[in-house]
């Protein structure tokens, strides 16, 4: 495994789902400069196979995508990983999908174009609130 920065290895995971690789790629090449171990998906249907066989602190998915939708997914996923929170990205904002959104349980809504410094805010609020959570437990 490469040398990391700050000389250890990540131990957050998330999950990258999104059908435009160049979008996966760009949040994965952002992520991973933040030092987390980020892997990327291009439909629903691979990522709840990865949900499916790794544990992610956190999955970041697309809502709209041929096959699975980002919501699909979350009702899919929650039956493998009931405590994993989801950040949706949408290029399709509306208020109702905002709401259903929450109603799902999503811990974050963003709208495309995504500005990576609020990404960034967004990941490391989910992942602490995540961590908080576990203790509590």
């Known amino acids: ?10 131990t957050m995971r998330i999950l990258v789902i999104d059908d435009d690789p160049e979008m996966g790629r760009l949040i994965k ?4 400069r933040e030092d987390y171990r980020v892997e990327t998906a291009l439909n629903g249907s691979d990522g ?3 949900i499916q066989q ?6 970041i998915s697309d809502l709209k995508m041929p096959g699975m939708s980002g919501f699909e997914l979350i009702r899919k996923a929650r039956a493998v990983a009931p405590d ?3 950040i949706l990205i949408t290029a399709f ?5 905002y709401i259903d959104a929450m109603d ?9 174009p995504i ?6 805010r967004i990941v490391r609020k989910a992942l602490q609130v995540d961590a908080l959570e576990c203790k509590i437990q």
């Open 29 to 32: 090449k952002f992520l991973s």
């Open 115 to 120: 500005k990576l410094k609020d990404l960034r």
């Open 54 to 59: 790794k544990a992610f602190d956190l999955v």
């Open 48 to 50: 709840l196979l990865l």
């Open 1 to 10: 495994m490469p040398p990391f920065e700050n000389g250890y290895e990540p």
């Open 84 to 86: 994993t929170p989801f």
């Open 104 to 112: 799902a349980g999503v811990f974050e809504y963003i709208n495309k």
């Open 93 to 97: 904002g509306h208020v109702k999908t």
